[in-house]
């Protein structure tokens, strides 16, 4: 009865999300379900073969050295990326916490990589990383040194596009922090240095234990998309040297549009989709454990 008289007390209000609410539900529930769907056949969208394999194509791509090395790659890079965009972020808003000359236009130049399309900041970097032209060995080269490979290498070329994506993305951790940073109440330092706390005592037992939420939010965040490292690698490097920059993401693409298994594509975002989830589980759950 309770339910009953919610819904026509707020039939109105159902009305008007009821389209939006329908094309979400379209946008994001349909596709999810055709990929599952596509994930028990062997579906070649040329030929317009659909065999149903059941969980093979699950047992075929978990054994495939291939798969396993973008996963590989993908874990990499998300790590090494998020510990340094979040550290970094975490680092600029403590200097720009302070008042200082020009502090504004150091701001403003401090977001600006965010702000640029992924497509012109990969066409930059990868002049800047050109071996023959690039400033980067013309620098090496002034000073008697030798030139790097920085996108032929094999031991280098996922490194390179972890310092692209640091370069893009701290300052929206930076963003971040500072926003929270700036919602702590001045009585607080305030107290802390009548006591005779030092900075470092400060930061350390003040600051970053009242951020903590917001750090392992920011951490969430930066993860999930990490994860989902595409564009980047497709700019830069396709996949090479030697698959050393392959990732889950550029797995799917080329299963799916290069090759056109749909079915293996499918498997592929699949388990993707159940380790992205699996993260931002545990993520949450430590989130609100420490909101608790």
Partial sequence: MRTGNYIRKNLFFFILISPAAAIMAWLTIYPVIH??????????????????????????????????????????????????????????ALIFDGRFAGKRVFMIISIFPMMISTMVICAIWKTLYHYDIGLFNATLRS?????????????KALFSIVIVDIWQWTPFTFI??????????????????????????????????????????????????????????????QGGPGNSTETLSYFIYREG?????????????????????????IYIRKILQEDA
Avoid: C
Wanted: net charge neutral.
């Fill in 143 to 155: 000073i008697g040194a030798k030139p790097v490979g920085w996108l032929i290498d094999q031991g």
């Fill in 257 to 281: 549009f290069s090759y056109f298994n749909l079915g293996r594509a499918s498997t592929a975002s699949i388990i993707t989709l159940i380790v992205a989830a699996g993260i931002s589980l």
């Fill in 35 to 92: 990929v599952v769907d596509l994930s028990f056949f062997k579906y070649n969208y040329i030929t317009d073969i659909k065999t149903f394999v059941g969980l093979g194509n699950f047992k075929e791509i978990l054994s495939e050295q291939l798969f396993q090395q973008a996963f590989l790659n993908t874990l990499l890079f998300s790590l090494l990326a998020t510990a340094a965009e979040v550290a970094g972020g975490i680092i600029l």
């Fill in 176 to 237: 971040m922090t500072q926003a929270a940073m700036s919602s702590i109440p001045g009585e607080i330092y305030e107290a802390a240095q009548i006591d005779g706390a030092k900075y470092h005592q400060i930061v350390g037992r003040i600051t970053l234990p009242i951020l903590s939420s917001q750090i392992m939010l920011l951490i969430m965040l930066r993860t999930i998309d990490t994860f989902k490292l595409f564009g980047k690698v497709y700019a830069l490097t």
